[in-house]
C-alpha cells in the first residue's frame, strides 16, 4: 500500500517538507493559488454565531534555496461576505453591538515568506513576538497523506493605543501519497483545511468586551486565475484590481530577489 512505501519518508523532515511543498506549492516559479472559501464566527461565552463568509485567495511563486528550504514571493486577498448572498460584505450589522461597521477587506503583502522542516520562519519584522510554527507529523491513511501547519504569533504595533493581533491559524494540506514523494513531479494536487483564532477585527469597533473569532474554510490549489470562481474575480477586481490584474507580475520585485538566490 501507499501508506506503508512512504513510512519511512514520513520520519525524514527533508522529504517531509519535499512532501508538502509539492503538493501545497511547486518546485519551480509557476503561480501557485490557494483559494479556499469559509466562514468566520463570533464566539462569546462558547457559544459561536456564523458572522460572514470569507473567500480567500494566496498567491505564491516558489524559489528551492541551496540549504533545501523553500522561499515565496507571496500575497493574500481575502474577502468577507454575506452569509446569505456571497456578495461582497461592505457594511456589516454587528450582532453584538447592533451598530453597522464599516467592514475593511485583506491584503497582506507582497512579501516574501521562507518554508522550512519547522514551518514557516519568523518574519524579519521587530512587531511579530512568541513567534511558533510547525509542519507535520503527517497522517495517512489508504492513498492519502495530510500534512497539517500552524503559525502562532503576537503583533504589537508601536503606536500608542493600537491592538495587539494574536494569530493562531492551523492549515491541513491533503493530496495522494505517492504524488507526494513522486521526484518526477514538480507540482502536485492537493486540498485544504483551515482553522484560525483570532480577536475581534478593530473594525467592529468591539471594544472590551469579552469574547474571541473563529474560522473555517476549505478549498485547493490552482495555477492560474482561470481556475478562480467568477466571484472571487470579480471582488477582487474591484477592490484590489491592481494586484488581481497579473499576480505574477505583482510578485516580481521580491520574486526577482529569490530567481537571483536560488
Not at 490552482?222 to 484590481?241: K, R
Amino acid at each position: 500500500p501507499a501508506a506503508e512505501r512512504a513510512t519511512p519518508a514520513l520520519a525524514e523532515p527533508e522529504l517531509l517538507l519535499q512532501a508538502y511543498q509539492r503538493l501545497s506549492g511547486s518546485f519551480d516559479e509557476r503561480l501557485i493559488i490557494w483559494w479556499m472559501s469559509g466562514t468566520r464566527y463570533g464566539v462569546v461565552d462558547a457559544q459561536s454565531t456564523a458572522l460572514y463568509g470569507m473567500e480567500v485567495g494566496m498567491f505564491h511563486r516558489w524559489y528551492q534555496q541551496p540549504d533545501g528550504s523553500f522561499k515565496a514571493a507571496f500575497f493574500e486577498l481575502t474577502y468577507y461576505t454575506d452569509l446569505s448572498t456571497g456578495a461582497l460584505l461592505r457594511e456589516f450589522l454587528n450582532p453584538y453591538t447592533g451598530e453597522s461597521n464599516k467592514v475593511r477587506q485583506v491584503r497582506l503583502g507582497p512579501e516574501i515568506r521562507t518554508l522550512t522542516t519547522t514551518g514557516l520562519t519568523s518574519p524579519d519584522n521587530p512587531m511579530v513576538h512568541n513567534y511558533r510554527s510547525s509542519l507535520g507529523p503527517a497522517v495517512t491513511s489508504g492513498e492519502k497523506i495530510w500534512i497539517p501547519t500552524s503559525v502562532e504569533a503576537t503583533i504589537k504595533f508601536p503606536k500608542p493605543g493600537a491592538p495587539t493581533i494574536l494569530l493562531n491559524i492551523y492549515t491541513t494540506v491533503e493530496g495522494n501519497i505517492d504524488d507526494a514523494f513522486n521526484k518526477d513531479l514538480l507540482s502536485a494536487p492537493c486540498t485544504f483545511q483551515f482553522n484560525n483564532i483570532l480577536k475581534w477585527e478593530p473594525w467592529m469597533n468591539m471594544g472590551d468586551r469579552p469574547g474571541h473569532m473563529m474560522s473555517t474554510a476549505a478549498g485547493h490549489k490552482m495555477e492560474s486565475l482561470d481556475d478562480l470562481p467568477a466571484t472571487y474575480l470579480t471582488m477582487a477586481d474591484e477592490v484590489h484590481g491592481k494586484y488581481i490584474a497579473d499576480p505574477l507580475a505583482s510578485l516580481e520585485k521580491y520574486a526577482s530577489r529569490l530567481r537571483a538566490s536560488s
